[in-house]
């Protein structure tokens, strides 16, 4: 056998070291994986039980809000174009209050539960979350201050529909602006005006407003006639007008109450003022308050009672002005002022021989 072979088959002193060192650290690996693994396992668990909770509590309150918003709307809309659908709000009003209101609360309720998930999942790696909570919160506060305006226009438009204080298709007095409501926004509120001009408003500077649609309305009309008339027969006059029309369509359902005749609200000496009310359907003041002018005026020449107010008086024809067939006084009346003397034609010049 050569030398070669036998220093090729005897082992080395260096190789059987780096072999043994080899092994060794496998055996270590292997008792810490054996030692860690069951602290891996509760860790993995308890994060994939986090996340299914989470995720599964999540899509069923989603859901459960999806539902009844939707069920709002329906029943909003079954009771549209009926008679005590006039009496509640309408149904694109409340659609859109119910949406939002939807929006708001699936927002919170995404962001408080996948937050306490998170929050709950860094707690199982065993991160100190002091340090986290205290930069989240200062930068909390300095958002706050930097989009306060923001954020006061969010929670205004939070409040405003929570509290139904007003809705699409509502005639309201913002402050800074008045018309009918077209949209209501979490931010925004959107008016048009009376010439068909669009306001966008702010709910953060919405000081006070007042809604003119909400409850019901009063219609006033001012019925104006001769002091010499019998009141009686105004009275009476009145009386028919609004009868007929508390039982026709679609006045009968406009007016929410039978129209008064307050009595009389001025006496002058050229006229007396009877004043009518009447409670009407929200929105529906001005409509009535026409009606009721037209119907009156007709029944008051039918008793031939004579409404007075829209034209002033005329005086009368022995008060007439006597200096009215006077002539204006003229400088030619004198003979010896210079504009008479002035238009004094010339004598002819005389030829004598």
Do not use: C, H
């Not at 080899?22 to 008792?31: E, L």
């Not at 669009?198 to 019901?216: A, C, D, M, T």
């Amino acid at each position: 056998m050569s030398p070669s072979v036998l220093l090729a088959a005897t082992p080395s002193t260096g190789s059987g070291g780096s072999l043994d060192e080899a092994a060794r650290q496998a055996g270590d690996a292997a008792g810490w994986v054996e030692q860690n693994w069951s602290t891996w396992l509760n860790t993995g668990l308890r994060i994939i039980l986090i996340a299914a909770v989470a995720i599964v509590l999540r899509y069923v309150i989603r859901r459960a809000l999806t539902n009844l918003i939707e069920r709002m709307n329906r029943s909003a809309q079954a009771v549209e174009g009926t008679a005590l659908g006039g009496l509640l709000v309408n149904a694109e009003r409340r659609r859109q209050r119910s949406e939002a209101i939807g929006s708001v609360l699936r927002s919170v309720t995404s962001f408080l539960i996948l937050g306490t998930a998170a929050l709950m999942i860094l707690g199982a790696f065993e991160i100190n979350l002091a340090p986290l909570l205290a930069s989240a919160g200062v930068a909390g506060v300095a958002l706050g201050f930097g989009a306060r305006n923001l954020v006061t226009d969010f929670l205004s438009g939070v409040f405003m529909i929570l509290e139904d204080q007003y809705g699409v298709g509502d005639t309201v007095d913002a402050g800074v602006a008045s018309g009918e409501v077209i949209e209501v926004g979490l931010r925004v509120t959107k008016l048009r005006g009376d010439n068909g001009e669009i306001w966008y408003v702010r709910n953060g500077e919405v000081k006070r407003i007042g809604n003119l649609s909400q409850g019901w309305s009063t219609a006033g009309v001012d019925v104006t006639v001769r002091p010499t008339e019998d009141l009686d027969r105004v009275r009476a006059a009145i009386s028919a007008a609004t009868e007929v029309m508390a039982k026709e369509e679609p006045w009968s359902e406009r007016l929410w109450g039978p129209v008064e005749i307050l009595g009389l609200d001025a006496v002058l000496l050229d006229s007396m003022t009877v004043r009518v009310t009447a409670k009407t359907m929200p929105g529906k003041a001005l409509t009535v308050e026409r009606e009721l002018r037209w119907r009156i005026k007709r029944s008051l020449d039918e008793a031939g009672i004579r409404m007075i107010g829209a034209v002033p008086p005329q005086p009368e024809a022995g008060a007439a002005d006597p200096t009215a067939a006077m002539a204006a006084p003229s400088a030619y009346a004198s003979a010896t002022s210079p504009q008479s003397l002035a238009a004094t034609p010339l004598a002819p010049p005389s030829i004598t021989k």
